[in-house]
């Protein structure tokens, strides 16, 4: 079991870059989660998917940002168009069965906007 | 969205002492989940409760499902430097179903 696995983790861009994030879940589990973290906070949700369907997403969501997960494996989340207040950490998490079951975390991507 | 607040905020401690925090919410949770966070790392699970009332214990970290499913409890006995780090709740609300709701952390420093 090698956990959640998160690449890369740092990057630096420009505003108005698009930038792609991979995440590789735990390798059985069927649910995989995106969440964004600022200094200070709590994990926010962002989006999650069961196997390969996308099922929820949150309001924080916007248009610019997009994830995909194509054979219920890994996923990768875009953001578009990045904005300075897109800094931040992103963080995959995934977990077998059911939404009670606990989520696993990978150590994140750290994004950071000049 | 489902608002957690997670008290104290920061806690400096002696090493040795016990400490305790909890987390506390206006709706009814399902499961209550405890992580550890360190810096630029993600967070790790300690602790899962799935019942009303149920105490839970991993090591030196014993975690509550208050009775009412609106709160949660963790207490950290006989603190360690290791301890240092950012303990986080977690919890699914019972109508929502799909989506944990994240507390905004108690920062603990352990002093040797």
Not at chain 1, 75 to 98: F, H, K, N, P, V
Not at chain 2, 11 to 21: A, H, K, P, T
């Amino acid at each position: 079991d090698t956990g959640v696995s998160q690449n890369p983790r740092h990057k630096i861009t420009k505003r108005g870059q698009n930038v792609t994030f991979r995440c590789d879940p735990i390798s059985e589990h069927n649910r995989l989660y995106w969440y964004r973290q600022t200094l200070g906070q709590g994990p926010e949700f962002l989006t999650y998917f069961q196997n390969e369907a996308q099922l929820e997403k949150s309001r924080l969501l916007s248009d610019r940002f997009s994830a995909e997960r194509p054979k219920g494996s890994f996923s990768t989340l875009e953001i578009q168009r990045t904005e300075q207040g897109d800094s931040a950490m992103y963080l995959c998490a995934s977990s077998w069965g059911s939404a009670t079951q606990p989520q696993h975390f990978g150590d994140g991507t750290r994004l950071s906007i000049l | 969205g489902q608002q957690l607040n997670q008290s104290p905020q920061s806690m400096f401690i002696q090493e040795g002492e016990d400490v305790s925090m909890n987390c506390t919410s206006s709706s009814i949770f399902n499961t209550w989940l405890w992580y550890k966070q360190d810096p630029g790392e993600g967070p790790v699970l300690l602790i899962a409760l799935y019942k009303a009332g149920e105490l839970t214990s991993n090591g030196r970290l014993t975690a509550q499902f208050g009775i009412t499913r609106k709160d949660s409890f963790l207490n950290i006995s006989a603190s360690i430097p290791s301890d240092v780090g950012i303990y986080f709740c977690a919890g699914l609300p019972r109508n929502t179903g799909n989506q944990f709701y994240f507390g905004t952390g108690t920062s603990l420093t352990v002093i040797p």
